[in-house]
């Protein structure tokens, strides 16, 4: 099974800019970021196919979050510029493996706080 590992959090104030990083130990078919907000559901804000193709990006953070992966280094980023105190929230990755698998090798989560 894959696991990954996130980082690149922290505490950052509104409209500044953050970058994560989520280093897989294999291959992996897709990745995605998640995040949950105290008291809120968990929810997918980006995800990205191995060849870069099939992006999702959640509609409240389109033209300010950016995905992308370095294949050579299995590694997704997600860019998050322009942020607003509502993207406060751990921020986790996961990868499915295959087109049909689950999301799974959930990392720690890394913390984003944004100030305002």
């Known amino acids: 099974q894959v696991q990954l590992v996130e980082s690149g959090g922290g505490l950052v104030q509104a409209g500044g800019s953050l970058r994560l990083s989520c280093e897989a130990s294999?291959?992996?078919?897709?990745v995605g970021w998640f995040r949950q907000a105290p008291g809120k559901v968990r929810e997918l804000v980006a995800a990205i196919k191995w060849d870069g193709g099939l992006t999702y990006t959640l509609d409240s953070v389109k033209g300010r979050f950016t995905i992308s992966r370095d294949n050579a280094k299995n590694t997704v980023y997600l860019q998050m510029n322009s942020l607003k105190p509502e993207d406060t929230a751990v921020y986790y990755c996961a990868a499915q493996v295959t087109v049909s698998a689950e999301y799974a090798g959930w990392g720690q989560g890394t913390q984003v706080t944004v100030s305002s």
């Open positions: 294999g291959r992996t078919f897709r």
